[in-house]
């Protein structure tokens, strides 16, 4: 929303006024008052505790049709102004959601990587199972016939 009023600069500076202080008025434009838009002429140092009580109009009286459309369009700027901070929010509130996922995310993908490496050694451990399964499988099958000629000459025998 618009300050209560503003300063601006003009052509009318030649014809500037000097307030009850002797010091050039600067011209304003009011927002907050029975003619928004409207600008005038007060005290340079207004709103200060040394200011004075000049004033003079600058705009004359506008059609109370200029003031209606000046009030719709001041409303809607401040519904505007409210979404925006509203969105702003939001904003906000998703890039610190979106900051929390993708801090979860990373924590994750470490996870993934450890049992990556842990898989790693398993997948060797049981390589190297399987590879003394076979040997011990070679070495009883090639002891095997003698363990059975054993057996059969100790039958034979008695
Ligand atoms: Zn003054």
Known sequence: MATSSSISS???????PRCHCGMRSPMRTTWRCDYPGRRFYGCA???GPNSCTF???FDPVPPKRFVDVIR???E???????NNHNMMMTNS???AALRKTTKKAEELAADVDGMVASNVV??????TCVVSRRR???ALVAVLPALIACVWLRVVNN
Do not use: H, M, P, Q
């Open 10 to 16: 003009s052509s009318a500076d030649v014809a500037v």
């Open 45 to 47: 140092a207004c709103g």
């Open 55 to 57: 004033f003079e109009c």
């Open 72 to 74: 719709n369009l001041l």
């Open 76 to 82: 809607a700027n401040e519904s505007l102004s409210t």
């Open 93 to 95: 509130e998703l890039t």
């Open 122 to 127: 398993l997948s060797e451990d049981l390589t």
């Open 136 to 138: 011990l499988r070679s």
